[in-house]
């Protein structure tokens, strides 16, 4: 069964460090693959997406992710966070085995400022 | 018009009560979706319209009743429901259902819902 894993499930950071949120998925064929965060009372919200084309994937608020298909893995990036971005991230795939998008359980995040 | 808008935003009800959820986009897109959220949890599928008609049912209770009365349109209908029901329920829309750039989805803002 095709199913999408998120290996940290609560981060803590100070503003200005780095992130990077894991995100694997399991499946051999074309995936597309997407990053949407949630905020504290709000509803989700798509980072960035990738359907084909350059595996480096640049979306809104400065994150970036990258496809790597040899490793099945879709991590999200961001090279100096802020105290606004905490909230739940979570990652999704959808493949030729089901177009529906999978979600992973979602990383909650927290930067103190 | 990129939106997908959700009424209501809050919605109390009783166990007896039967009352229902709107959600509508304008985007010309095909497929619509129901989603059940928790707090702190990933959004869990409920219901998948394509083309107006009922594509997928994860196996939801009947207490739940989707409708697509046409391709801008999705309710979903509530009748007897439980307290462990209470959740965020969260519409979207998609292009179409197929693999591709058609597969992205845009969410509403969700009915926070508590069954008492």
């Known amino acids: 069964a095709q199913s999408v894993s998120q290996h940290n499930h609560h981060v803590i950071l100070s503003e200005a460090a780095s992130l990077e949120l894991g995100c694997n998925y399991s499946y051999g064929g074309t995936v597309n693959l997407f990053w949407y965060v949630q905020y504290p009372g709000q509803h989700l919200q798509l980072l960035l997406k990738y359907f084909s084309g350059d595996p480096l994937v640049k979306g809104i608020k400065g994150f970036e992710a990258e496809f790597i298909k040899s490793k099945f893995s879709f991590n999200l990036r961001k090279p100096s966070v802020q105290w606004s971005d905490t909230a739940e991230y979570f990652c999704a795939f959808s493949s030729g085995g089901s177009y529906i998008p999978t979600f992973g359980r979602g990383t909650s995040l927290i930067v103190h400022p | 018009d990129t939106e997908v808008t959700q009424t209501p935003k809050h919605l109390v009800m009783g166990m007896t009560n039967k009352k229902s959820l709107k959600c509508e986009q304008h985007m010309g897109h095909r497929a619509m979706y129901w989603y059940k959220q928790k707090a702190k949890k990933p959004p869990e599928l409920m219901f998948v319209?394509?083309?107006?008609?009922?594509?997928i049912n994860e196996s939801v209770p009947s207490r739940f009743s989707p409708e697509c009365p046409n391709s801008s349109l999705l309710n979903l209908h509530l009748h007897a429901l439980q307290p462990e029901d209470s959740a965020l329920y969260l519409c979207a829309s998609s292009q179409d259902v197929g693999l591709g750039p058609y597969n992205e989805q845009f969410f509403g803002p969700g009915t926070r819902l508590t069954v008492l």
């Open positions: 319209y394509s083309y107006e008609k009922l594509s």
